[in-house]
């Protein structure tokens, strides 16, 4: 899987949108960018992926620049139990996910 | 989605001690994932675990310490043997599923050991 890099922290105030990026320069073509979450005291929860369009669920938007090397997660109106560690990860089938350190996401009323 | 129910969710352990963690999911997988999180860190993957064959290690991990039974398609345990508080950690199971031609992990809830 390709190195993902991503902030260690960000702060958000509740209701407003909250943009994570992830940089992944080094992404293959084969490589999906999957977005996760870990509510404290909870196992990680699947958020959205994408390979190269822009994606969006009832949970978030992923928007995947045209040179695949970076995106962003969005949660449009940010919640107080959206305050989580996001991780991006950068995945090739049939290889086993790693979970990097994340971006602690803090949502402040 | 699968539902997987892990058991114990927690426990308080002495130090040489073995401990079972069990990992039951609603529907039949083919692989199942053992990962640890060291308090403050992120996830790291113990082991593969395949129905009829011995579970697949990764680098840092050896059977001897974390033995894994896979008996069936919907249900996998992991032992943690001969603890020290350095096994102190949430042990989390999880499985894939196929969603829009990519494969996407589902977890448990965790097993937090404490190693006294």
């Known amino acids: 899987d390709a190195k993902t890099t991503q902030p260690p922290s960000m702060d958000c105030a509740e209701g407003r ?26 196992g ?3 958020i959205i992926h994408g390979l190269k369009n822009n994606e969006t669920n009832e949970m978030a938007s992923l928007i995947i620049t045209e040179d695949r090397k970076s995106s962003t997660l969005i949660l449009p109106h940010a919640t107080l139990r959206d305050t989580a560690v996001y991780y991006c990860i950068a995945h090739n089938y049939g290889q086993n996910f790693v979970f990097g350190p994340g971006t602690r996401l803090s949502v402040l009323p | 989605s699968a539902v997987i129910s892990q058991k114990p969710s927690r426990d308080i352990c002495q130090r040489g001690t073995s401990l079972t963690i069990q990992c039951q999911v609603d529907s039949q997988v083919t ?86």
């Open chain 1, 44 to 46: 990680p929860q699947y």
């Open chain 2, 31 to 116: 692989m199942m994932f053992w990962y640890r999180q060291q308090p403050g860190q992120s996830l790291t993957l113990i082991a593969t675990a395949n129905q009829g064959s011995e579970a697949t290690y990764e680098s840092g991990f050896v059977i001897d310490k974390f033995p894994i039974s896979r008996p069936n398609l919907t249900f996998s345990t992991l032992t943690v043997s001969n603890m020290s508080p350095e096994d102190s950690s949430i042990y989390l199971c999880s499985v894939q599923r196929g969603i829009s031609g990519a494969n996407v992990l589902t977890f448990g809830a965790g097993s937090r050991l404490t190693v006294l």
């Open chain 1, 17 to 42: 949108a909250a943009n994570l990026p992830c940089n992944h320069s080094t992404i293959s073509g084969n490589e999906y960018v999957y977005w996760y979450r870990q509510i404290h005291s909870q």
